[in-house]
């Protein structure tokens, strides 16, 4: 007979095998990642009895999200920082991209009154500052001036405005009052050098704060051979000279995906948070929740053993789930916040109101691949499991239109409409090749896509009907994989364009996610 310690060790051995896999833990828990989404580079902050998120979404338009949450655990997008970007051609997908390029790395502050956020992008290689006082309605932009790497803003009791950045070398760089631009004479200096202090490798995530009369910089270090590694400067002054700690080292039982880069925050009551995040493979960078408790005035994350736990109390209890992802009838005159396209949109060929309850989307420019296509909708995907379902009406495709549902990233999995003279074909696509390729002789048509993320998987399937009932797999068993050429988790995504002549267009009746919904 086993004894009752083995019974108890048998018994959370398989809870544990089941909470791995999200299933509810009870309304006053939640399982990491707390959003099991790509919502990297994540900045927030609390003002009253709410918190506010930034994170980066690279090239997708509108950009830079604004999330709220009462809980820490349960957010809802409620704005963007920018409809679009104008300052390159490339944003219009003209004469190049910007995948990859895009805005990251945001930092945001709330002040005197006023939000802001400051974030930078690669094309151009510039800084940004946005302004507001009421985070659900427009943002304003303030300031733009050179690229700062992973800055973290930060307003000191004096009224003087700080940055902290930088990669292997962090440094301190005084802004002007109005965060217009540098301060002429103003500090500027190297708070740590990496290699010098015994921080070899990814020294970068800058995101500094002053608690108790004291200067914290979090940063992820990613040592060679090593995992990401959350380390923590701190300092009597904002000139120096800094001291470090490793306050963080843990996988979360996830193999050598290290949980690093993010913030502290505090609760109402006193208590402390941190918010990081993980690689979870091709589903994104996802955000994890987890304790953090002062000793000796520096601030450790995790357990007193520091690990992370996949199942937590919430910190602030009694509020309900939030959607990230949701299905859509597009019955509203206007585009849902969860929605973003994939580059500036041309808003003279897609419509909500053309016909009513249909999202219609119509080919422009000739371009050669999705990848040149500015109209592409797109949704996150969420782990461990999900799926998407569109009907499209064909009715009204041109010659060379390919329209469709796929995952979509660097290299992604299609399923697909084209066009060829009078005819129209099925077709799946493997990182542009086609896999399989049917005719279809109706112009009603429903396109599902299933994604299973968990650990070590990592595979979509594609599927059409006729129907919305009887369900066929088209091609084969896709990969997927994160890829740093558009630095983004695998998104759902709704695609019409044209490759011979433009003014095609299709009726997209509904886009219908399952959460889990995969068996």
């Excluded at 995948?99 to 094309?123: D, E, L, M």
């Excluded at 200096?189 to 108790?212: D, P, V, W």
Aim: charged share 25%; aromatic share 12%; glycine share 8%.
């Amino acid at each position: 007979m086993l004894r009752f310690s083995h019974l108890i060790s048998i018994l959370f051995f398989l809870i544990n095998v089941h909470l791995s896999a999200q299933i509810n833990v009870g309304k006053d828990m939640f399982t990491n990642p707390v959003i099991f989404s790509d919502v990297p580079d994540v900045d927030a902050i609390r003002v009253g009895d709410t918190y506010y998120m930034v994170s980066t979404t690279m090239h997708m338009m509108p950009g830079a999200p604004i999330m709220r949450s009462k809980d820490l655990v349960n957010w809802e997008i409620i704005s963007y920082l920018y409809d679009e970007i104008k300052d390159s051609p490339f944003y219009d997908l003209e004469g190049g991209d910007v995948y990859s390029a895009g805005q990251w790395a945001s930092s945001i502050r709330y002040h005197n009154g006023r939000f802001y956020v400051f974030f930078a992008t690669n094309k151009p290689s510039k800084s940004y500052v946005y302004t507001t006082t009421d985070p659900t309605g427009k943002w304003k932009k303030l300031a733009v001036m050179n690229q700062f790497h992973d800055a973290s803003l930060l307003f000191d009791d004096d009224g003087k405005v700080y940055l902290a950045h930088g990669a292997g070398r962090i440094r301190i760089t005084e802004l002007k009052s109005d965060l217009s631009g540098v301060k002429e004479g103003g500090l500027d200096i190297t708070a740590f050098n990496g290699e010098q202090q015994g921080c070899k490798g990814l020294l970068e995530g800058s995101h500094i704060y002053k608690i108790n009369g004291k200067y914290y910089i979090l940063l992820i270090w990613w040592p060679k051979d090593g995992i990401r590694t959350q380390i923590c400067l701190r300092s009597d002054r904002i000139e120096g000279p800094y001291e470090h700690k490793i306050v963080l080292s843990d996988t979360m039982d996830n193999p050598r995906k290290g949980i690093a880069q993010g913030c502290v925050i505090d609760t109402q009551k006193g208590d402390w948070y941190a918010l990081l995040f993980q690689d979870f493979g091709a589903v994104g960078r996802t955000p994890v929740l987890m304790e953090c408790r002062w000793e000796d005035e520096w601030p450790m994350l995790g357990d007193y053993n520091g690990k992370v736990h996949k199942v937590m109390e919430k910190p602030i209890k009694g509020y309900s789930e939030t959607a990230l992802v949701i299905s859509d009838n597009f019955e509203s005159p206007k585009l849902a916040l969860n929605w973003q396209w994939n580059h500036n949109p041309d808003n003279n060929l897609w419509s909500l109101s053309e016909r009513p309850g249909y999202m219609r989307l119509k080919t422009g420019k000739i371009v050669r691949s999705i990848f040149e296509a500015r109209n592409t909708l797109t949704q996150r995907t969420e782990g461990p499991k999900c799926n998407a379902i569109v009907s499209m009406d064909l009715s009204n495709m041109k010659d060379g239109d390919v329209a469709g549902l796929g995952a979509f990233n660097g290299e992604p999995g299609l399923i697909s409409i084209v066009k060829e003279g009078k005819k129209k074909y099925l077709l799946m696509t493997d990182r542009n090749i086609g896999k399989e390729k049917i005719e279809l002789k109706q112009n009603i048509v429903y396109l599902r896509v299933d994604c299973d993320f968990n650990i070590g998987i990592d595979r979509a399937k594609f599927y059409y009907s006729l129907d919305n009932e009887k369900w066929i797999q088209l091609g084969n068993e896709f990969q997927m994989i994160y890829y740093t050429n558009h630095f983004m988790g695998i998104r759902f995504a709704i695609y019409n364009y044209a490759t011979k002549i433009s003014g095609g267009y299709v009726d997209v009746d509904f886009f219908k996610y399952n959460k889990e919904g995969v068996g």
